[in-house]
């Protein structure tokens, strides 16, 4: 080694590593998963058939973020997953098919695919730059020349 250098060597088969590789991965996928923008103009149930997911609010104020609205047999379902805790307190996914009409839902709002797609690409690069950034200071911190 060097005199007056710092010498940072990280294997990659190290468990430390695997372990923040892991995490690194999870919080991206996190991260990519969340950025949802809705249309600011609510549809009619009409409208919304068959277009994708969505936010449903009801009348009774029950928000549900949902797959998919289809119609079958002249009534329209809302099809969404929600997570529901079971006898031994453990909890797991349903799928659920719920029947709906226009008078117990107050409004729907579609996913606007291009803002989403647009912020998810904001977040991914923003992501990116604040990695690169921090690790320049940190190489910049640790790293010492005399």
């Given at each position: 080694?060097?005199?007056?250098?710092?010498?940072?060597?990280?294997?990659?088969?190290?468990?430390?590593?695997?372990?923040?590789?892991?995490?690194?991965?999870?919080?991206?996928?996190?991260?990519?998963?969340?950025?949802?923008?809705?249309?600011?103009?609510?549809?009619?149930?009409?409208?919304?058939?068959?277009?994708?997911?969505?936010?449903?609010?009801?009348?009774?104020?029950?928000?549900?973020?949902?797959?998919?609205?289809?119609?079958?047999?002249s009534?329209?379902?809302?099809?969404?997953?929600?997570r529901?805790?079971?006898?031994?307190?453990?909890?797991?996914?349903?799928?659920?098919?719920?029947?709906?009409?226009?008078?117990?839902?107050?409004?729907?709002?579609?996913?606007?695919r291009?803002?989403?797609?647009?912020?998810?690409?904001?977040?991914?690069?923003?992501?990116?730059v604040?990695?690169?950034?921090?690790?320049?200071?940190?190489?910049?911190?640790?790293?010492?020349v005399?």
């Amino acid at each position: 080694m060097l005199h007056g250098y710092i010498d940072i060597n990280f294997k990659n088969n190290t468990p430390f590593m695997k372990k923040r590789s892991i995490t690194i991965v999870l919080l991206v996928t996190i991260l990519l998963q969340s950025c949802v923008v809705y249309q600011p103009a609510p549809v009619i149930l009409n409208q919304a058939h068959d277009k994708g997911k969505g936010k449903l609010i009801r009348d009774n104020g029950e928000e549900i973020k949902f797959k998919n609205i289809e119609f079958s047999d002249s009534v329209y379902y809302v099809k969404y997953r929600a997570r529901i805790k079971n006898i031994e307190g453990e909890y797991h996914w349903n799928n659920y098919l719920v029947p709906i009409t226009s008078e117990n839902v107050s409004v729907i709002f579609l996913k606007d695919r291009k803002k989403s797609g647009l912020r998810t690409a904001g977040l991914i690069v923003g992501v990116s730059v604040g990695i690169v950034v921090f690790t320049i200071v940190i190489i910049e911190t640790f790293y010492i020349v005399e």
